[in-house]
């Protein structure tokens, strides 16, 4: 299974883009990678999955060198609302489809 | 309808007791999941449907029984938990599992604590 290494935690300010990065050294050829928000208490919720290059959504981005072994979600001008654990996901075939959880990284965003 | 739906939200047992979690879903999803989640810790997964049969199983003791009655319905029966099992257990639907697995939908969880 490709292990992921995100930071811990990260602090930013209303209004500033936040880009939160996560290692996947040994992703494997066809795995993806998606990203989830989890508020205390609540289940995940989906924000973004890609395989290359660049991805956009309403909410987020999602950036993908072409090696592969990082990607880096950016969540545009983050209010409050956006202190959550952010979780980045890689799997595919070769991790027979399992859907594991990294150990996240905690944002806070202050006012 | 883009719910995942749990009952119940808040669950208190003890070790010499039977009861169960329900997952229900009407996305007309083909997957289901069970995670379990410790505080502070990302959630963990348990067992993976695909199509009404277990498809994954991550060497779950055998207190917790899972069971998947129809594509809608999800359950996971309990039996002679231990203290450590107490934890939020998230349901989770998609699709489909495998190849382009997508988003998961998650559901607001069952917090399970074990006396």
């Known amino acids: 299974l490709a292990k992921t290494t995100q930071p811990i935690s990260m602090d930013s300010y209303e209004g500033q883009e936040v880009n939160i990065t996560c290692s996947h050294n040994n992703i494997a050829t066809n795995d993806y990678i998606t990203w989830y928000q989890q508020f205390p208490s609540q289940g995940p919720r989906f924000i973004i999955q890609?395989?290359?290059t660049k991805v956009t959504n309403e909410v987020a981005s999602l950036f993908i060198p072409a090696d592969r072994k990082s990607s880096t979600l950016s969540l545009p001008r983050v209010s409050l609302s956006d202190t959550a654990v952010y979780y980045c996901?890689?799997?595919?075939?070769?991790?027979?489809?399992?859907?594991?959880f990294g150990s996240g990284t905690r944002l806070l965003v202050r006012p | 309808d883009t719910e995942v739906t749990q009952t119940p939200k808040h669950l208190v047992m003890g070790m010499t007791n039977k009861k169960s979690l329900k997952c229900e879903q009407h996305m007309g999803h083909r997957a289901m999941y069970w995670y379990k989640q410790k505080a502070k810790k990302p959630p963990e997964l348990m067992f993976v449907y695909s199509y009404e049969k277990l498809s994954i199983n991550e060497s779950v003791p055998s207190r917790f029984s899972p069971e998947c009655p129809n594509s809608s319905l999800l359950n996971l029966h309990l039996h002679a938990l231990q203290p450590e099992d107490s934890a939020l257990y998230l349901c989770?639907?998609?699709?489909?599992?495998?190849?382009?697995?997508?988003?998961?939908?998650f559901g607001e969880g069952s917090r399970l604590t074990v006396l």
């Open positions: 890609g395989y290359k």
């Open positions: 996901l890689v799997g595919g075939e070769d991790s027979s489809y399992k859907l594991i």
């Open positions: 989770a639907s998609s699709q489909v599992w495998g190849g382009d697995t997508g988003e998961l939908f």
